[in-house]
């Protein structure tokens, strides 16, 4: 799940509860070996658990709305240094579709929290800022 997506030190703030429907199994219907669980961490956060064949990695993650658009933060960590990485997405009955922000259209480093929420606030609704969906369905 995790590629070339938009990402920074700084993550959205986390100001909202979590997202139940968000909850459970999801799989890619040519690809029933990888698995994507979610599960409640807190009510704010996410636990995320990527299973793929022997191998599994979990992060922590949170939604936030930003102009009628669902985004999914996620806390990585590699080598001791904090990245979020920020993904949209739609749910429609028993069907997720998650998009990788596009880092392309921002020109600089973010500086602060704020300053990252204010590009989602500009860009969101922009043609082109949510790129490669993926389609998983609920097992």
Do not use: H, Q
Request: net charge negative; proline share 1%; hydrophobic share 30%.
């Amino acid at each position: 799940m995790i590629s070339c997506a938009l990402e920074s030190k700084f993550s959205l703030p986390n100001d909202e509860k979590i997202k139940t429907e968000l909850i459970g199994e999801w799989s890619t219907e040519k690809n029933t070996n990888e698995i994507l669980r979610i599960e409640k961490n807190d009510d704010k956060t996410y636990k995320l658990i990527f299973v793929e064949k022997e191998k599994t990695e979990e992060l922590i993650a949170f939604s936030k709305t930003i102009n009628g658009f669902n985004i999914m933060n996620l806390i990585t960590e590699y080598e001791g240094k904090v990245t979020n990485v920020f993904y949209g997405f739609n749910i429609n009955g028993n069907a997720l579709t998650y998009s990788e922000g596009n880092d392309k259209l921002r020109e600089n480093n973010f500086d602060s929290e704020t300053e990252l929420l204010n590009f989602f606030k500009e860009n969101v609704s922009k043609k082109g800022f949510f790129t490669n969906p993926v389609e998983l369905r609920r097992k």
